[in-house]
Nanobody
Framework: QVQLVESGGGLVQPGGSLRLSCAASGRDFNSYAMGWFHQPPGKERQFVAGVTYDGEKTYYTDSVKGRLTISRDNAKNTVDLQMNSLKPEDTAVYYC???????????WGQGTQVTVSS
């Protein structure tokens, strides 16, 4: 069983930066893609960024391209999301996910709040 714990959320001014981190534990998570979703207030959970099991390929939703960067360190069991040039519309709860043998987005963290406001 994979367990995911997010950290690094908080309050930041527009144009600022935050770095989210997802610590993974359990077996075999290094064999699967991982990434981040977010859930803005009053909206459904939405894909933000993903990375392949080996870190070689990354994927982003259009609204964050050029501002957010996902990376993983399989030696440290972490997946990070560097968030730059943050906008108020980035305000959301951010969730880390991990695929599994049974399918995509099978494991989830508890979420971390990001608020972008002046």
């Amino acid at each position: 069983q994979v367990q995911l714990v997010e950290s690094g959320g908080g309050l930041v001014q527009p144009g600022g930066s935050l770095r989210l981190s997802c610590a993974a534990s359990g077996r075999d998570f290094n064999s699967y893609a991982m990434g981040w979703f977010h859930q803005p207030p009053g909206k459904e959970r939405q894909f933000v960024a993903g990375v392949t099991y080996d870190g070689e390929k990354t994927y982003y939703t259009d609204s964050v391209k050029g501002r957010l960067t996902i990376s993983r360190d399989n030696a440290k069991n972490t997946v990070d999301l560097q968030m730059n040039s943050l906008k108020p519309e980035d305000t959301a709860v951010y969730y880390c996910y991990c695929d599994s043998i049974t399918g995509p987005y099978d494991h989830w963290g508890q979420g971390t709040q990001v608020t972008v406001s002046s």
